[in-house]
Every structure is written in structure tokens, then in C-alpha cells.
């Protein structure tokens, strides 16, 4: 299935994916720099994120988990000239390919990297820290649920909190499956259920060139 999945991919960026020399040069630097490309969200969910920020005139962003800052570029590109990413990144080698294609991409709206483990530094935001309009989850899973509390405080009324990788090829559902990162994603699926904070959420499936996983939409009441 994977052959077909990643070749429909194909042809959904083919006719509706426009070819940016920006993102594909964050692309190519990040395999020429050694790294794998499945971190990375396919082109085509990319575009899902931007729509997302579109449809919602978000200026201010939070991106958990930066890895090469292809996601963060599409977020950019989402946003008016005076909007505002912050992009927290774990890994010190990650970071440094994130910040060369994030330079190499010259957008408009600032993007402030912060390297670092993500609670940290968000706990660390000063108190008068303005509210995100969109966050973007896609740090270690293993943190998710901490990172869904986190984020539900850094929101306002109508923020869209978006989690990736909550399928995990169906690794959420095999009951011996103990590895921390499956138990993080089953936690924040239980934080996610009648929570007071959240107006309404959902997960949705995807296969496609990045395999068999999926993404949660979480809006916030
Ligand atoms: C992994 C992490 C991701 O954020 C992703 O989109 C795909 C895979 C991983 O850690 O394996
Ligand atoms: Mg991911």
C-alpha cells in the first residue's frame, strides 16, 4: 500500500501543491545535512496547515518541535507580513539546519527559534505573553498530553491547536505497545475527552507519503 500511497501523494502535489523553490530548498538542505525527510509533514499537509491559518486570519503562532523548519516555513507563509512564529526545537543539530533554511527563506514575518525542552521554555514565556492564535504540536510524543496544557493555556478563545502523528500507524490501539511515545499520544487522546477547555476535537487518519499516521484538531472554547 505504501507505493500507492506515496504515488497519489505525487499527484495531489502535482496538480494542486505550487512548486516553491523555498520549501524545497529546506527540503534539500535537510537530506544534504544528513537527515531523514519522514519528520518532516508532506507537502500537501502542509498546505492543510496554511489553510487552516488562512481561513482563521492567525497572526501569532506556536510551533512545538521545528526539526528542519519545513512546517514552520509553510506556517510562515501563512501569515500576514506582521505576523509572529515562535518555533521551539529540542535538538541543538536540528536547530541548526532549521535556522540555515529558515535564513535561506528571507519571509516576512519573524520567526524566533528558542532551542530547548519545549515545557521548559514555555513555562519560562513571560505572564504578559499574548495569547497564540494557532499551535502546531509536533514535538516527542511522549510530552504530548504536558504540551496540550501547556498550549490550552497559551490560547484564546477560538485558537486551533493542531497535534500530529496521533495514529502512529495504529501503534495507539496494539495493547502491548508500551513505548513512551505511544503512551503520550493515549494520554493526550484521554486529556483530549470532555475537556473543559476545548469547545470541540476530532483525529482524522492519513495515509500518504509519510505512512499511516494521522493528525488531531483541537479548537478552543
Ligand atoms: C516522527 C516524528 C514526527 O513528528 C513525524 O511527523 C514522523 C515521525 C518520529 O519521531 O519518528
Ligand atoms: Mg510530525
Known amino acids: 500500500m505504501q507505493q500507492m500511497w506515496t504515488e497519489i501523494d505525487a499527484y495531489i502535489d502535482s496538480h494542486l501543491i505550487p512548486e516553491d523553490p523555498i520549501l524545497l530548498y529546506a527540503l534539500q538542505n535537510t537530506e544534504d545535512r544528513g537527515y531523514p525527510d519522514h519528520l518532516a509533514v508532506a507537502p500537501n499537509q502542509g498546505m492543510l496547515l496554511q489553510m487552516l ?7 501569532r503562532v506556536l510551533e512545538l518541535g521545528t526539526f528542519a523548519a519545513y512546517s514552520t516555513l509553510w506556517l ?9 512564529i515562535l518555533t521551539i526545537e529540542g535538538r541543538e543539530a536540528h536547530a541548526i539546519v ?6 535561506h527563506a ?15 521554555l514555555l ?20 510530552s504530548y498530553a504536558e504540551y496540550l496544557e501547556l498550549s490550552l493555556n497559551l490560547s484564546h478563545s477560538g485558537t486551533i ?18 513505548k513512551p511515545s505511544i503512551e503520550g499520544i493515549r494520554e493526550m487522546f484521554t486529556a483530549l475527552k470532555n475537556h473543559p477547555k476545548i469547545l470541540s476535537c476530532t483525529a482524522l487518519q492519513t495515509v500518504g507519503s509519510k505512512g499511516h499516521d494521522g ?4 479548537l478552543v472554547k
Do not use: W
Open 53 to 59: 491559518i488562512q481561513m482563521n486570519h492567525c497572526k
Open 76 to 84: 510562515a507563509r501563512a501569515l500576514p507580513d506582521d505576523g509572529y
Open 98 to 103: 532549521a535556522k540555515e533554511n529558515i535564513e
Open 106 to 120: 528571507q519571509l516576512k514575518p519573524t520567526i524566533e527559534l528558542q532551542v530547548g525542552r519545549a515545557a521548559e
Open 123 to 142: 513555562k519560562a514565556l513571560p505572564d504578559d505573553t499574548e495569547a497564540f492564535d494557532f499551535i502546531f504540536i509536533d514535538a516527542d510524543k511522549q
Open 161 to 178: 491547536i493542531v497535534l500530529d502523528n496521533v495514529i502512529r500507524a495504529g501503534d495507539i490501539i496494539k495493547s502491548d505497545n508500551h
Open 215 to 218: 493528525l488531531a484538531l483541537v
